[in-house]
């Protein structure tokens, strides 16, 4: 059985940086669109950003665009979410995603929309 797992989260200052690192085994990674969601408490699971298995096609939530990038290596299994200038209300709970199926094919947009699900790793921004 395969898994999904998350590392990286921490506590850092407003304006600060963090980079989450997920790893997929047990599946062909090249292949799967990855992506990142993210729980504050009391509030639904949230996108943040997907990626497809060539990195041709990238999608971010408004929230993200301009401070959050993702990028993967096929080789080593693993994606990045690099987190920059980072705001208090981005404090949650991030949670690596997985499927099979492209960006350009279905939507990305809801947890339902992804089969494959890390623990999740807790980021905390202080103001």
């Known amino acids: 059985q395969g898994q999904v797992v998350e590392s990286g989260g921490g506590l850092v200052q407003a304006g600060g940086s963090l980079r989450l690192s997920c790893t997929a085994s047990?599946?062909?990674?090249?292949?799967?669109?990855m992506a990142w969601f993210r729980q504050a408490p009391e509030k639904e699971r949230e996108f943040v950003i997907a990626?497809?298995?060539?990195?041709?096609?990238?999608v971010y939530a408004d929230s993200v665009k301009g401070r959050f990038t993702i990028s993967r290596d096929n080789a080593e299994n693993t994606v990045y979410l690099q987190m920059n200038d980072l705001r208090p209300e981005d404090t949650a709970v991030y949670y690596c995603?997985?499927?099979?199926?492209?960006?350009?094919?279905?939507?990305?947009?809801?947890?339902?929309?992804?089969?494959?699900w890390g623990q999740g790793t807790q980021v905390t921004v202080s103001s």
């Open positions: 047990g599946r062909t990674f090249s292949r799967l669109t």
């Open positions: 990626s497809n298995w060539g990195g041709g096609s990238t």
């Open positions: 995603a997985a499927r099979y199926l492209p960006i350009t094919t279905s939507p990305v947009g809801h947890r339902t929309d992804f089969d494959y």
